[in-house]
C-alpha cells in the first residue's frame, strides 16, 4: 500500500523536532555538565562552632574549621573576611586538590568584650555557592579588675578614678558636695595639698594621710552662691604630695550654673520670656585651613517679660559669639554674630555655643557650629 506523499512529509517533520529536542537536551546536559566541571566544592566538617565560656584573661579562643574539596578542579580560597576586627582568619593560601583537605583558622579576641557574641567569616572561593558563611559564638566572663583597672589615672603616689569631677547643673543658690575616689599604690603613707583654689571650691583628703595599698577620696564642695556668674565653670586644682611644693598635677572641677526657677508663681511662669531662634545650627560646608566663618543667629523673646541673656560661653577659643543686646523686650529680637576662625583646625568640625537666660523652660540652650575644614 503506497503511503501517501503529504503523510509522508508531515512524519519526517515531525522527525525532525523529536531529533532537534533530543539534541538540544543532550547539548544542553553537557553545558551544565562542563559548567559543574568548571568549579571546585566545598564540604565543611561543621559551620558553626560555640566555644562556650571562655575567660577575658585567657587571650584569644581559636578554633579550626576544616573542609574537603570533594569537586573535580583545585579548590582556591579567594578571600575570607571576618565582621569584627576582633575576629582573625587564617586560611590555606595554596590550591587544594580535589579530595583534599584544608582549614579556616579562626581566633576570636575577648579582651576587653564581656559577654555573649555572635561573629561571622565570610569565605570566597571558586565554588558554585560561594560566598560560605561560618559563625562562631560564645560568652566571655570578665576577668577580676585590678586596682589600676578601676584607678585608670595615675598620678604617681596616688591613682585615681578620673582626672576631672564635674557637678552638672547646679542652681545658682545651690550647695552641693561629692568625692573623688583615689588609691595609693605605693609602700609609703601620702598626704595631699593643694593649689589654686577659688572661693567658690573646698577640697580636703579623706583621710588626711592614705598608707600603703589604701584608698581615699577628695571631698569636694562647690558653693555657687559664691560664683555670682552663670553657665559652664571650670577650674584645675593643683596638687602636691608629701609636703612638696611641685604642683606638677591638677583635676578639673567643672558645673553649669543656672537660675533657681522653682518658687516662681503659675503667674510669674504664664509671664516669663521665652527664648527662640531663627536656628541652632550654622553648617558652614567646606572651607580651607585659615579662612574666617561667620553667621549671625537672630534671638527672640516669644515671651511677656524682658528675656535676659546671663551669659554666652564657646567649647574653643576658635568660635566666638556675643549678643548685640544681653535685654530682649517681649516680641523683640537681637543679633549673636557668631566667628568660627579654621586656623589649625582641618577636618569634620562641631563646636558648640551655650547660652544662658532667663527663661524656666530653657535656661540653657545649645547652637552649633559645624562644618569641613579642608588643608
Known sequence: MAIPCDNLKTNNKRMKRIFGTITLFFL????????????????????????????????????????????????????????????????SKEPILPGKTGFIKVSYNPDRRPGVFTKSITINANVQKSPYVLTITGEVIPKALSEEDIYVVDFGKIRLMSGEFSFMRIKDNERKTDTLHFYNPGTSPVSVKFKIIPPYIAIKTVPSVIQPKSKGYFLITFDATKKPSFGYVTNRIYLAFNGEEKFDDAIKVSAIIEEDFSKLSTADLANAPKIEYNSRTFNFGEIPEGKKAEYTFKIMNKGKNPLIIRNVTTSCDCTAGQPASNTIQSGGTTDMKVSFDSDGKVGMQNKIITVISNDPENATTILRVTGTVKR
Open 28 to 91: 544542553i546536559t553537557l553545558l551544565q555538565t562542563a559548567v559543574a566541571q568548571s568549579f571546585a566544592d566545598i564540604q565543611f566538617e561543621k559551620m558553626d562552632y560555640n566555644f562556650g565560656k571562655i575567660k577575658e584573661e585567657a587571650g584569644p579562643a581559636t578554633f579550626n574549621f576544616k573542609f574537603t574539596n570533594t569537586g573535580k578542579i583545585p579548590l582556591i580560597i579567594q578571600g575570607v573576611v571576618a565582621s569584627c576586627g576582633c575576629t582573625t582568619p587564617e586560611w
